[in-house]
């Protein structure tokens, strides 16, 4: 491979990698704080992008349509923990399995949704005009609308990240994370808590279906393709680590990207290598304590 | 009544079954049977796993489909024989589950759930991408089904009454082969380490070892349920290893209630005959079946079966 060649390939795994980041985001927090691995992620990111669809045929502007996407995915995230889950964990606080099944028959339910209301063809999300075509960065020429995609989900990445990292609101989030109970002891509404960062991963996973979807094709089963990607990243990282997820999704966009590059027919085989060589090596993941099981 | 005498009316209705075809009710509904009593040895199959050996699985669709695969393939290129084509079939979902469990025995909870369902996907897209061996999406059409010669009786497996006795006998097997294993010295240690891994470990019980085992033995009598599915089809395609199905056949297990494998006939009944009805029905069945997966969680955790009887209540998952 040339140069300019290798760089292309490189961004094109960051673009992959930090939409990752978004997906990821909610699947390690909510595992982190919850216990649960949320089976409907992949369902709510396939509502954001036809959320957008919908929006931007209504209003006419897709920047409309990615800023209402995640905000109404995010209050549906939300009703979903404070209605179904909070409920049935208080129940059962032991069940790894019950949560898993919830959200396994959520995804479905919303799935069919999907086609109900949108039909179970494959549709296309506009991009907006101004970021047809593509830009020359120095020797490489790139789509326009993934460099966007790129910037994009970097920016809103970096600011889960300064919310998580620098914020009050993102200290309780990680005590509630190392240790719920210890965090419920020292005066955080754990239950409170949940609600919020379901509901804030659910919004992520919907921004990056926009965008996403909009680099692609949007379909009722749009979302099983990437939430695996992002389920492998939080696994590589680590379950429950914020940390491990980012590094997991970038890791995880560059063999994606070089994978489809070099070996075409096998790349994700490859992908499923790489995790499982991670788990051998560390059975909770680069960063994942073994805390929690 | 004891247990023999209460299941005497339903093994005698499932025995004469295919003598209604064609007076009472259609060939369809025969077939229907045949799908519940595949789906409910899959279920009991797992249940041995998650149920008795509390290996939360999310993959077991990996071990139905590699039995399938493996089945149909022998079919096609070994040998039109029932016992060539659903041994390999058992033996290939066997192998699997030893390489799963080699790298899975240590993990635990959700992790293990991660492995397995990763697992079932590998295969998956190896089932997608391998067209030349598997027909990738479009999946591999079957061969000549095989026949079966015992003394003067001659069973046609195209016959769907012929092949529904043989399902029936088989899974009626499994059936057996699971309690024999639930009874057995082995199984009464794996349901110690369920209750307490820690206590089972001090009192000598080699945990590690318990556990690839199960999941050895639950993933060879899931390859078996898919070998038979192969065959009942005459056709395979990677829906078979989807996690769709890794998810269902939990439903089922779960339905009917984990840790009593006759609760996998029930789950099975409920929610394959659910499903049929509903794809009938309604071209939107996958939002009625999603909001009953919902239902189930949400009002029966326990599974049905001990809604019925409810002295014998334990844990879920």
């Known amino acids: 491979?040339?140069?300019?060649?290798?760089?292309?390939?490189?961004?094109?795994?960051?673009?992959?990698?930090?939409?990752?980041?978004?997906?990821?985001?909610?699947?390690?927090?909510?595992?982190?704080?919850?216990?649960?691995?949320?089976?409907?992620?992949?369902?709510?990111?396939?509502?954001?992008?036809?959320?957008?669809?919908?929006?931007?045929?209504?209003?006419?502007?897709?920047?409309?349509?990615?800023?209402?996407?995640?905000?109404?995915?995010?209050?549906?995230?939300?009703?979903?923990?404070?209605?179904?889950?909070?409920?049935?964990?208080?129940?059962?606080?032991?069940?790894?399995?019950?949560?898993?099944?919830?959200?396994?028959?959520?995804?479905?339910f919303f799935e069919g949704m999907a086609k109900v209301i949108w039909g179970a063809d494959v549709v296309s999300l506009d991009k907006?005009?101004?970021?047809?075509?593509?830009?020359?960065?120095?020797?490489?020429?790139?789509p326009t609308y993934w460099l966007f995609a790129l910037v994009a989900a970097a920016a809103l990445a970096a600011l889960v990240w300064l919310v998580v990292e620098r914020t009050a609101l993102g200290l309780t989030i990680r005590a509630a994370t190392q240790d719920p109970t210890m965090a419920a002891v020292l005066g955080v509404d754990v239950a409170r808590l949940n609600t919020v960062v379901f509901g804030l991963g659910s919004a992520l996973a919907a921004a990056a279906g926009v965008i996403l979807g909009a680099m692609t094709s949007l379909s009722p089963q749009m979302g099983s393709g990437v939430v695996l990607d992002a389920f492998i990243a939080v696994v590589i990282g680590g379950l429950g680590s914020f940390t491990g997820a980012i590094v997991g999704a970038l890791l995880l966009g560059q063999v994606q990207s070089f994978g489809v590059a070099l070996f075409p027919a096998f790349h994700t085989p490859l992908v499923f290598l790489v995790m499982a060589v991670v788990l051998v090596l560390r059975p909770t993941g680069l960063f994942g304590g073994a805390r929690r099981t | 009544m004891?247990?023999?005498?209460?299941?005497?009316?339903?093994?005698?209705?499932?025995a004469l079954a295919p003598l209604g075809v064609g007076r009472v009710y259609s060939a369809y509904y025969l077939n229907l049977v045949t799908w519940i009593l595949i789906f409910a040895l899959f279920a009991a199959a797992l249940d041995l796993a998650l149920g008795y050996g509390g290996l939360v699985s999310f993959g077991h669709a990996g071990f139905f489909g590699i039995g399938a695969y493996a089945a149909a393939l022998a079919l096609r290129h070994v040998a039109p024989s029932l016992a060539v084509s659903l041994g390999l079939g058992i033996l290939a979902a066997a192998a699997l589950a030893a390489l799963v469990g080699w790298f899975a025995v240590r993990?635990?909870?959700?992790?293990?759930?991660?492995?397995?369902?990763?697992?079932?996907?590998?295969?998956?897209?190896?089932?997608?991408?391998?067209?030349?061996?598997?027909?990738?999406?479009?999946?591999?059409?079957?061969?000549?089904?095989?026949?079966?010669?015992?003394?003067?009786?001659?069973?046609?497996?195209?016959?769907?009454?012929?092949?529904?006795?043989?399902?029936l006998a088989l899974v009626a097997a499994g059936f057996l082969l699971a309690r024999r294993v639930v009874g057995s010295p082995f199984g009464r240690a794996l349901i110690a380490?369920?209750?307490?891994?820690?206590?089972?470990?001090?009192?000598?019980?080699?945990?590690?070892?318990?556990?690839?085992?199960?999941?050895?033995?639950?993933?060879?009598?899931?390859?078996?349920?898919?070998?038979?599915?192969?065959?009942?089809?005459?056709?395979?395609?990677?829906?078979?290893?989807?996690?769709?199905?890794?998810?269902?056949?939990?439903?089922?297990?779960?339905?009917?209630?984990?840790?009593?494998?006759?609760?996998?006939?029930?789950?099975a009944v409920i929610a394959v005959g659910i499903k049929e009805v509903l794809s009938t029905w309604t071209d939107n069945w996958l939002v009625f079946l999603g909001a009953l997966y919902v239902l189930c969680v949400m009002c029966f955790p326990q599974g049905l079966v001990r809604l019925a009887a409810p002295g014998g209540a334990r844990r879920a998952g």
């Not at chain 2, 295969?123 to 999946?139: H, L, N």
């Open chain 1, 128 to 142: 907006p005009a101004a970021l047809a075509g593509a830009v020359t960065l120095g020797r490489i020429t790139f």
């Open chain 2, 2 to 14: 004891s247990a023999p005498l209460r299941w005497t009316p339903v093994a005698l209705a499932l």
């Open chain 1, 1 to 108: 491979m040339s140069p300019e060649a290798i760089l292309t390939q490189v961004l094109m795994g960051l673009t992959v990698g930090v939409n990752l980041v978004l997906v990821a985001t909610g699947l390690t927090l909510v595992f982190g704080m919850m216990g649960v691995i949320n089976f409907a992620h992949a369902a709510l990111f396939m509502l954001g992008a036809y959320l957008g669809l919908a929006t931007t045929a209504r209003l006419g502007s897709f920047w409309l349509g990615l800023a209402a996407a995640p905000l109404a995915i995010g209050a549906l995230g939300a009703a979903v923990e404070r209605g179904l889950l909070r409920p049935l964990r208080t129940r059962f606080p032991d069940s790894h399995l019950l949560p898993l099944l919830l959200t396994f028959g959520l995804g479905l």
């Open chain 2, 107 to 167: 993990s635990r909870g959700v992790y293990l759930a991660m492995l397995t369902f990763a697992f079932a996907q590998l295969f998956y897209e190896i089932a997608v991408k391998w067209v030349a061996v598997t027909g990738g999406s479009d999946g591999l059409p079957g061969a000549a089904r095989p026949r079966l010669h015992a003394g003067a009786l001659v069973l046609d497996l195209a016959d769907k009454r012929h092949m529904y006795w043989v399902a």
């Open chain 2, 193 to 267: 380490i369920r209750e307490s891994e820690a206590r089972a470990a001090a009192i000598g019980i080699d945990v590690d070892r318990h556990r690839r085992l199960a999941l050895i033995v639950s993933g060879a009598l899931s390859g078996m349920a898919g070998g038979l599915f192969a065959i009942h089809q005459n056709f395979v395609s990677p829906e078979l290893l989807y996690f769709a199905l890794s998810g269902e056949v939990v439903i089922i297990a779960l339905l009917g209630g984990l840790g009593t494998l006759h609760g996998a006939l029930v789950g």
